[in-house]
């Protein structure tokens, strides 16, 4: 029998109906939603390899119950980035070669960009921390590091060139348009 299943995923409204409500929210993603970036690894929660976001926080998609999704907001590796250009964690893993093989990559990427919106200035334990609870297979996890405190930098610049043009926008507000060397009365 299946079972109705509304949730938020990626900023769109889904309603589905699903087998088992007990089923993994990464057998979802990848097999009934088509949603193959986030990756099946050690199906137990503890390579990190299946991380996505859920209502703000880092959780491992294997263990996550598709049934307990209900009115929950979800994010995956697919959300990130688009047309504007790549989300500054995903620049940054390009940036620093943060990578090999790649199939770590997304679990990596969502943790990091789970940590930066909860922390945009995250010290350097928090960010080994959070590298930590992702394995890779392919490094010794020094680009990967890089790849994180570059995207602290990268999310930062973000933030100052946004204020930046926010301020240049609110000071042009004011401004309406009177004529060089005319007086507004």
Do not use: W
């Not at 299943?5 to 087998?19: A, C, P, T, W, Y």
């Not at 949603?35 to 976001?53: D, F, H, N, P, R």
């Not at 940054?92 to 770590?104: K, M, N, P, S």
Request: glycine share 14%; proline share 5%; charged share 25%.
């Amino acid at each position: 029998m299946s079972v109705p299943l509304r949730f938020r995923l990626n900023g769109e409204d889904i309603e589905m109906q699903v087998k088992d409500a007990g089923a993994p929210l990464l057998d979802v993603l990848r097999h009934d939603l088509g949603l193959t970036g986030t990756k099946s690894g050690c199906e137990i929660g503890y390579c990190g390899a299946c991380t996505v976001i859920v209502d703000g926080e880092a959780v491992p998609a294997c263990l996550q119950m598709a049934g307990l999704l209900e009115g929950r907001d979800v994010r995956t590796i697919e959300d990130l980035g688009g047309p504007g250009g790549l989300d500054p964690v995903q620049r940054a893993f390009v940036e620093e070669a943060g990578f090999q093989c790649g199939f770590c990559t997304p679990g990596h990427v969502m943790a990091l960009r789970a940590l930066l919106d909860e922390d945009p200035a995250p010290d350097e334990e928090q960010l080994r921390t959070t590298v930590d609870g992702n394995y890779c297979r392919c490094t010794g996890y020094v680009k990967i590091l890089d790849s994180a405190r570059r995207a602290v930098a990268l999310q930062a610049g973000a933030a100052q060139a946004a204020a930046a043009e926010a301020g240049a926008a609110d000071a042009g507000a004011g401004d309406v348009g009177s004529a060089p060397g005319q007086e507004l009365r």
